[in-house]
């Protein structure tokens, strides 16, 4: 079955700092991978997805993600962290047998000023 | 656009109560979803269709049911809630496929006492 996991529940960085949340993946074939970002309170939005070709995936604000198929990752990034980004991210797959779309279990960015 | 929305809001309910949440989209999506999001374990599938007059089974679906009598409506039903369904629901919808971005409506807040 497809899963992902996010081993950190938590991340904290300085404004201004690079930032990494960290995704790793298990699937069956060529994975689809995405993140997604929940502000408080509100729903899901789309930051970027993996389909296949480049490695380096650039999205919205600024992210981007590095899909490395050999450690079986697909860690979002951000050269500098600005305060706004603080959310929760989610890492997610869709299935393989068109019958559950896994989500990771989420990882809080706090950026501290 | 109004993209995804969800009524109601906010729900406090009784043990043995139920309730129906609504979830519309003006995208002309073939495929919506429901999930639930409880603390530290991510979205979890409830059911899903993948086409006006379809539904199925996701990951967690005991206690719901769900009706996509219109392409643009997707109702979750609670028939006799329990505290366990205390939970904030999303809907989402997705143009084609599993695999393309999903969009995600606000949220329903539910308490089940």
């Known amino acids: 079955a497809q899963s992902v996991a996010q081993p950190e529940d938590q991340v904290n960085v300085a404004e201004g700092n690079p930032l990494t949340v960290k995704c790793t993946y298990s699937?069956?074939?060529?994975?689809?991978l995405f993140w997604y970002v929940q502000y408080p309170n509100r729903g899901l939005q789309f930051l970027l997805k993996?389909?296949?070709?480049?490695?380096l995936v650039k999205g919205s604000y600024g992210f981007e993600a590095e899909f490395n198929k050999s450690q079986t990752s697909f860690h979002l990034k951000k050269p500098s962290a600005l305060v706004s980004d603080s959310a929760l991210y989610f890492c997610?797959?869709?299935?393989?047998?068109?019958?559950?779309?896994?989500f990771g279990a989420g990882t809080r960015l706090t950026v501290k000023p | 656009n109004a993209g995804v929305t969800q009524t109601p809001k906010f729900r406090v309910l009784k043990t043995g109560q139920s309730m129906t949440l609504l979830c519309a989209q003006d995208m002309n999506h073939e495929y919506m979803y429901w999930y639930r999001q409880d603390p530290g374990m991510g979205l979890r599938l409830i059911h899903y269709?993948?086409?006006?007059?379809?539904?199925a089974k996701g990951e967690v679906p005991d206690g719901y049911n769900v009706s996509r009598l219109k392409k643009q409506n997707f109702l979750l039903g609670l028939e006799s809630a329990a505290p366990s369904q205390t939970s904030v629901y999303f809907c989402?919808?997705?143009?084609?496929?599993?695999?393309?971005?999903?969009?995600f409506g606000p949220g329903t807040r539910l308490t089940v006492l």
């Open positions: 269709s993948v086409g006006e007059g379809t539904t």
């Open positions: 989402a919808s997705t143009l084609g496929s599993f695999s393309d971005t999903q969009y």
């Open positions: 993996y389909i296949t070709g480049d490695n």
């Open positions: 699937v069956s074939g060529n994975p689809y």
């Open positions: 997610a797959v869709p299935p393989y047998n068109n019958n559950d779309m896994r």
